[in-house]
């Protein structure tokens, strides 16, 4: 992913300054808690904001970030389709889309949901070495990625494996991640040092 002409992203996170009562609110939604429960930013917590470089970013239109935020949430950890499945969608819209950002802040979720070193390489290389329901996963995330749609057969197997609930919410996971990683690619952001390269 390139950069501008001097290197940096197009949108940078707040500082530890530019943080205040909207911006904590907007969190605050993500994380299911008020505003005053946010850990403040420079605190140095795990939930800090300051670690999260997508949350500063987001936080800078806090209106949005905390309506968007609390959507967010539900797919993230009260919806129904189980992590793995959620992460083998976004791993797959990231590499497709070639997305630096979302690849390298996706294998680390990823992989605390189980998915194997072997599994995230696998998903660079095809479908082919995918079977069941991790195949179909895939190639719904493909036909929505090229098509803005999935058929009609491919909605019914999504349905037939998974139920109304998570096949809708697969189609929701795929758009709204393939979004986050329009914007955070049009702002170039790129992956904390350390996190996994995307893969040719």
Not at 75 to 92: I, S, T
Request: negative net charge; charged residues 25%.
């Amino acid at each position: 992913m390139t950069q501008d002409a001097i290197g940096h992203p197009l949108l940078t996170p707040l500082t530890a300054e530019e943080w205040g009562d909207d911006e904590y609110a907007a969190v605050g939604a993500l994380m299911g808690v008020p505003g005053d429960d946010v850990p403040r930013a420079g605190s140095g917590e795990p939930r800090d904001p300051l670690n999260f470089d997508i949350i500063g970013v987001l936080a800078r239109h806090p209106k949005m970030a905390r309506k968007f935020l609390g959507y967010n949430a539900f797919l993230l950890q009260r919806g129904e389709l189980p992590l793995r499945l959620r992460e083998l969608a976004v791993l797959r819209l990231a590499h497709a889309r070639r997305s630096s950002f979302f690849w390298g802040e996706h294998v680390k979720i990823a992989k605390a949901g189980g998915l194997s070193d072997d599994e995230i390489a696998r998903i660079a290389r095809g479908n082919a070495e995918f079977d069941g329901v991790d195949r179909l996963v895939l190639e719904t995330t493909d036909e929505l990625l090229a098509r803005g749609r999935a058929t009609p057969d491919r909605w019914r197997g999504l349905v037939d494996e998974l139920g109304t609930h998570q096949a809708m919410e697969l189609i929701f996971v795929v758009g709204t991640y393939a979004m986050l990683a329009m914007a955070c690619d049009t702002w170039q952001l790129s992956p904390p040092p350390g996190s996994a390269t995307l893969p040719d």
